[in-house]
Nanobody
Framework: QVQLVESGGGLVQAGGSLRLSCAAS????????MGWFRQAPGKERDFVAA????????IYATSVKGRFTISRDNAKNTVYLRMNSLKPEDTAVYYC????????????????WGQGTQVTVSS
């Protein structure tokens, strides 16, 4: 079992930046690939980015590639999502998730989920 807690969300103007954090507790953090997903009102939860167990491999959704950066610090049991050049369409609740698999994109492949953090981008 692993518990995930996201933080760092908030309100930001278009073009601004935010860094989300996801702190993990429980089983060995480095055993999991980690991902970020987002869900806008009335829409499905979509994949944003994922990072491998060691942090040396990443995957991004096309919509965020070049603007968002996922990283992890296994010593701190934390995964990050740096979001630059934010757009109103990035507004959503952002969730982190943990998976035993790699590479991993489908949300069905993730075993544990956090409660989410709201990101709102104003135009």
């Amino acid at each position: 079992q692993v518990q995930l807690v996201e933080s760092g969300g908030g309100l930001v103007q278009a073009g601004g930046s935010l860094r989300l954090s996801c702190a993990a507790s429980g089983r060995t953090f480095s055993s999991y690939a980690m991902g970020w997903f987002r869900q806008a009102p009335g829409k499905e939860r979509d994949f944003v980015a994922a990072v491998s167990w060691s942090g040396d491999s990443t995957i991004y959704a096309t919509s965020v590639k070049g603007r968002f950066t996922i990283s992890r610090d296994n010593a701190k049991n934390t995964v990050y999502l740096r979001m630059n050049s934010l757009k109103p369409e990035d507004t959503a609740v952002y969730y982190c998730a943990a998976s035993f698999e790699w590479p991993v994109v489908p949300k069905s492949a993730y075993d544990y989920w956090g409660q989410g953090t709201q990101v709102t981008v104003s135009s």
